[in-house]
């Protein structure tokens, strides 16, 4: 048994004015436990705010990679979209959104890079600047296609703030048909340690080039492609979580019905992912979706607590219980249930194995709607 001393508790916990100033002892008997906490006690919860997940857990550098987000953030380039500027050159080539001819139909949008005989290309900003650091090795993939005769390699490069290029790859010759390229960048030992540089494409020559789905990926928690931050993953590890709540908060329901957390267009290839707008003003790419969160509970050794759609919206659309358009999200609930926790040879499960998680995971609760 240890005892402590604490003075004037009265003006910590708000006794009665007459005991303030007053001394009580307390007693802790180290050797009688009390009420045991079962294990599955603390956990986490996250919700797409502030970039947690895009420009935060999922380890993906690039922000808008598919051309979609709302908004423009470059003064005098209103073609652009939003987080992606011209690289200045000589003789300035034409950059354009273009919707013909998508190399899925989830991914609507390509930029096009319209050469005019000179060294062009376009810019990536990342959130708020891609981090830079030396020995460092980078993972670039995109689809690109050439236009009018185009048949040049294209340069993925990291360029620092002060305009010097810490790392340079290029593609092979890039053909006239949509064909996904990946290159490996690799800062030298000397490289600047830095969060405000830009990643750039570019290409020489006549013609056009058209990018899609533009990605840029440092090494991510225990090198599974497409994860997750490790510095941010060590220190949830750390914690030890039993459990984690997803997708959490406002995020589940969405503002409308279109915009709701559609887990059936966020699995399978990133290709396959349209995104939505998310409840905070910007887009989620979507690149983190199911798979991402249940890979995270993998890595953590922790249970999903599976937060369900429950047939309303932040606007307050709602279809009411026991109508029989309710049908489509009870199934849908029902049929995400069983891509977490039914097994591989299930009809949900097969689907879950294809994204690289053969093994069903342990549900023991699920939330109806968002913390009602």
Known sequence: MKRFLAAAIGVVVGVAPA???????????????????PPTFAGLMTEEINHSYDGGLFAELIQNRT????????EGDSDLPAHWSIVSQAKPAKVTIDTADPVTPAL?????????????????????????RPNTRYTVSFYAKGGRGFTAPVTAAIVADDG?????????AVGADWKKYSVTLSTRADAPTTAKAKFVLSATGTGSV????????????????NGLRPDLMKLMADMHPAFIRLPGGN?????????????????????????????WGYRSSDGFGLPQYLLW????????????????????????????EMKQFTDEALEEIEYVSGPADSEWGKKRAADGLPDPFPLHYVEIGNED
């Open 164 to 172: 010097a290029t810490v790392a340079e790859a290029s593609t092979p």
């Open 297 to 324: 509970c993998k890595q953590l050794n922790a249970e999903p607590v599976l937060a369900l759609f429950a047939g309303y919206t932040l606007n307050h659309s709602h279809v009411n219980a026991g109508l029989p």
């Open 210 to 225: 058209s990018f899609s789905l533009v990605s840029l990926f440092p090494s991510t928690y225990q090198d599974v492609p």
């Open 67 to 74: 051309f979609q987000d709302p908004g423009d953030r470059h």
């Open 108 to 132: 609507p949008r390509s930029l096009r890079i319209d050469l005019a005989g000179d060294k062009g290309g376009v810019a990536n900003d990342g959130y708020w600047g891609i981090a830079v």
């Open 19 to 37: 005991l303030a100033g007053t001394s009580a002892v307390i007693d802790v008997q180290v050797d009688q436990p009390g009420t045991v906490i």
């Open 251 to 279: 995020y589940l329901e969405g503002d409308t019905f279109e915009t709701r957390f559609n887990w059936k267009k966020m699995i399978g290839r990133p290709e396959d992912r349209p995104g939505h707008m998310g409840c």
